[in-house]
């Protein structure tokens, strides 16, 4: 028994003003064609399949379109929750309906106690979906005293295993922060403080738990509890993680075997550093000259547009750091700008925005508003 466990899709993701939604829709495709060569049994997904609860409509067609060529074409189930990006009430939306077309939303405290059960070539195997919930949300439902994510999660997998059949090899699907865990600049903060945090123990009685949240393809506790990472990259600080999906095998003694499964993105996020001459130079022999850039100018000097000559060669350079300007004296001097009023660096960002300076009567009345706020 096989099955694919994927998780933080953010359909709909913009990053520094850039839609992915056309990245995104050639790594779905790259799943499709995954499930049109392989046998599974299965596709999970453990939320995050939006990247906001209210998603623009070009993300719920993409999602659509998807679900039509799985479920309807390929008769493929999928198991999805909803994460901390998505409205698990209009992710939901008409979720019994859609069970007996293979798509199963599991996004609601009464879908968690309903598994979606298998008949395979191992028997009976039964998915629970953990939908993300705050801590506030369970204990207004249940009741009981709960404050951290860790409590809440200790509660729920309690109410699953109260549901568990024995006989049946028993998956868990949940949206959180295991502890010790590595994150990524790109999620979400749960909460402040490490509260979020839950330990991967809670989870140890079941055959496998597909995880979502964390960007980074990983594994915590036990080989078994495992993040499959994003769909694609959605920071800078993940340049460096191989992105993809996770095929899970299992036989009759259960959990057998986890492999990644490499998914590429048009474009890649990248960092590049140096001098802007030999950033230009090099750009003439690479080849991947389309990615998604921040590039760090190591310049001691000032440059007049850099972006516009960075963006001549490298045309998706979407964030540009200078740290070369304050190496050695120049830090100096960046500290007595900042010692400067406010008057004198309105004065330097007009000559910068303008090419001119000033007028007296500008310099005035901008002096005069000044003067006025800081009054109050």
């Given amino acids: 028994m096989k099955f694919l ?24 495709q790259q799943i499709i064609e995954y499930i049109e060569t392989h046998s599974v049994d299965a596709l999970v997904i453990a939320g995050d399949i939006y990247d906001r609860s209210v998603p623009p409509t070009a993300a719920i067609e993409v999602l659509n379109q998807f679900v039509t060529k799985v479920c309807g074409e390929l008769q493929l189930p999928i198991i999805m929750i909803s994460g901390n990006h998505d409205g698990a009430e209009r992710l939901g939306f008409g979720a019994e309906q859609m069970k007996s077309s293979g798509l199963h939303i599991l996004s609601s405290f009464q879908d968690m106690l309903q598994p979606v059960e298998l008949e395979t070539d191992i028997g009976r195997v039964s998915f629970y979906g953990m939908p993300y919930s705050d801590p506030e949300q369970v204990r207004h439902h249940f009741g009981q005293a709960v404050s951290t994510y ?12 109260q549901r568990v059949q024995p006989s049946s090899k028993n998956i868990l699907i949940s949206h959180c922060f295991v502890d010790g865990a590595i994150g990524s600049e790109s999620e979400r903060p749960l909460s402040i403080g490490g509260s979020d945090r839950v330990s991967h123990q809670h989870f140890v009685d079941f055959d496998y738990v597909a995880l979502g949240h964390l960007h980074q393809p990983q594994y915590k506790g036990e080989e078994f509890i495992r993040y499959s990472g994003s769909l694609m990259k959605y920071s800078f600080s993940e340049q460096h993680q191989k992105k993809g999906m996770t095929l899970v095998e299992f036989d009759l003694n259960g959990f057998k075997s986890a492999t990644h499964i490499d998914l590429v993105a048009p474009h890649q996020m990248r960092i590049i550093e140096g001098e802007l001459d030999a950033i230009i130079s090099g750009a003439k022999t690479d080849p991947q000259s389309n990615d998604y850039l921040l590039v760090r100018l190591m310049d001691k000097h000032a440059i007049l547009n850099p972006m516009e000559k960075l963006r001549a060669v ?10 070369g300007m304050l190496i050695g004296v120049e830090q100096q001097m960046a500290a007595a700008k900042l010692a400067r009023s406010e008057v004198d660096m309105f004065r330097d960002f007009f000559i910068e925005a303008q090419d001119s300076e000033l007028t007296p009567e500008q310099d005035q009345a901008i002096t005069d508003i000044i003067k006025q706020l800081n009054q109050h």
């Fill in 150 to 161: 860790d409590q809440a999660h200790a509660l729920l997998c309690e109410q699953i295993k």
């Fill in 314 to 323: 490298y045309p998706n350079v979407l964030h540009l750091e200078k740290p």
């Fill in 5 to 28: 466990h994927t998780s933080d899709w953010h359909l709909g993701r913009q990053f520094h003003n850039v839609s992915l939604l056309d990245d995104q829709k050639v790594v779905l």
